[in-house]
């Protein structure tokens, strides 16, 4: 699997950043509401017009078609949106039929979820149960590199642990750089790993 | 068929005076009058409404009585192009969020422009076969019953797409991520856009004749057609409609829906600027 590099990536609020993931790293980023993490991510996910490149291995990403980079490098947003009237129809084909279903049903069960979710109603669904099931859906993907935008925010302990676990171990399994906005210090503490803060419009280590 | 039909009693056209569309006109002052009477505060509008409508339409009597008396091709486009930048101008102002820079205006004109001018033609050269092709007493009538729909359901369309397109910029977005390309992405609510600009014509065809006789019509049995020769033209009239009702809304929404994302595939709402 490939690491993550940002090569001079700039946003209406952010001075360009430099800043490199190796495959299998994670990546806390936090941040005042409004510094512009959430604008980081989208102009990672190429989601905004921007400057900078951002390299996943050694393939540009301006080599790329939008959609296959998107799928490669997974964003994860703070509010997940359906589009679709059942939680499945959101997931790739291939991956709630046939061989590879597997993996998501057991992803769902390490999130408390029953199989049976996919033929849920969107409609029925809580905050947090759409939280985690966006989670799912982004996994379903298989991303070589993840970007998580609050990904525990709403969610009570036992859940926030359930995802954080599902998103260790995909990143350890996967070996995926993954790249965390977590407002949360108690987190950012609990997990370890380089930490970074937006304040003034640049990215620096947090100390 | 007409060996049998009872000779028509000779319709003549009754020239309408200045005296008869005045009585005609107290209505609306009427109108005016109870409006500001029930405090609908639309009297302002109905009055300027009307008065446009009268020197609009005598100028435009005059212009066609000009127009037909030359036959002259360059004279005749001038006055379609005047047509056609009208209904564009006309479509742009009906937009709650419409394009910013020259895309507000041009999107609409283009899609009316190709499907309005091309159905006109085709009816004229291939359908009707009328010689000269541009015979205005032909060519400006038709066009304007064209453009005057075709701006309808080009102003509808485009309209639900680019609403719809703010309100579901997380749908959206959510497709992106999920890796579709900006096809797939708006591909609902294209679809949705198309529909609410076909549903006017569709729905003109299908009550045609049982509701109310559609204007052309009745303007053409009034002048004294014959009520079967006025019902043929209506039919033609109501295909031409639909057919450039339908071809110009899918340019419009297919140019539109383009414009809404830019060469990497970003949803880009900045493109739209609220009207008003």
């Known amino acids: 699997m490939a690491g993550l590099r940002l090569d001079g990536l700039a946003h209406r609020t952010l001075a360009p950043v430099d800043l490199a993931l190796d495959a299998g790293e994670r990546v806390f980023v936090s941040g005042p509401s409004g510094s512009g993490k959430s604008l980081l991510l989208r102009a990672i996910a190429d989601l905004d017009p921007h400057r900078g490149e951002v390299w996943l291995g050694a393939e540009p990403r301006s080599r790329m078609t939008p959609p296959v980079w998107r799928r490669r490098v997974g964003l994860l947003p703070a509010e997940s949106f359906w589009w679709a009237e059942t939680v499945g129809a959101h997931l790739p084909a291939s991956q709630t039929s046939g061989p590879d279903s597997g993996y998501v049903n057991d992803w769902l069960a390490k999130l408390g979820f029953a199989p049976d979710v996919l033929d849920w109603s969107v409609t029925r669904l809580s905050t947090g149960e759409r939280q985690r099931l966006a989670l799912v859906r982004r996994l379903a993907q298989r991303p070589e590199a993840l970007l998580l935008d609050e990904a525990t925010a709403n969610l009570d302990p036992v859940n926030r642990d359930r995802v954080e676990t599902l998103v260790e171990t995909y990143r350890h399994e996967q070996e995926a750089a993954v790249l965390w906005v977590s407002h949360d210090p108690e987190q950012r503490r609990r997990l370890g790993g380089r930490a970074f803060v937006i304040g003034d419009g640049r990215l620096e280590p947090e100390t | ?276």
């Open chain 2, 1 to 276: 068929m007409d060996a049998n039909a009872p000779a028509s009693p000779s319709i003549s056209l009754i020239e309408l005076s200045p005296w008869d569309l005045s009585l005609a006109s107290l209505l609306v002052l009427l109108l005016a009058g109870l409006s500001w009477r029930l405090r609908l505060g639309v009297e302002r509008r109905v009055l300027i409404a009307a008065a446009r409508s009268a020197v609009q339409l005598s100028l435009v009597g005059l212009v066609l009585k000009l127009l037909f008396a030359q036959t002259s091709l360059p004279l005749i486009g001038l006055m379609a192009l005047v047509m056609l930048s009208v209904a564009g101008f006309e479509v742009m102002q009906r937009q709650t969020r419409r394009f910013g820079g020259p895309w507000g205006y041009g999107i609409g004109a283009v899609s009316m422009f190709l499907s309005s001018f091309s159905v006109t033609l085709l009816a004229l050269t291939v359908v009707i076969g009328v010689e000269p092709w541009y015979q205005p007493q032909y060519l400006i009538p038709l066009l304007g019953m064209l453009l005057g729909n075709t701006m309808s359901g080009v102003a509808i369309a485009l309209d639900n797409l680019t609403r719809h397109a703010w309100e579901s910029r997380g749908q959206i977005e959510a497709r992106l991520l999920a890796g579709q390309d900006w096809e797939q992405a708006i591909e609902h609510i294209r679809r949705e856009a198309l529909r609410s600009g076909l549903i006017p014509i569709i729905n003109a065809m299908g009550t045609a004749g049982l509701v109310s006789l559609p204007g052309l019509m009745t303007g053409q049995i009034l002048a004294g057609s014959p009520p079967m020769e006025a019902a043929k033209y209506q039919l033609l009239i109501m295909f031409l409609i639909a057919a450039g009702t339908g071809f110009g809304s899918m340019v419009a929404v297919w140019m539109g829906s383009r414009r809404l994302f830019d060469e990497r595939q970003r949803l880009r709402l900045d493109r739209l600027t609220q009207a008003g």
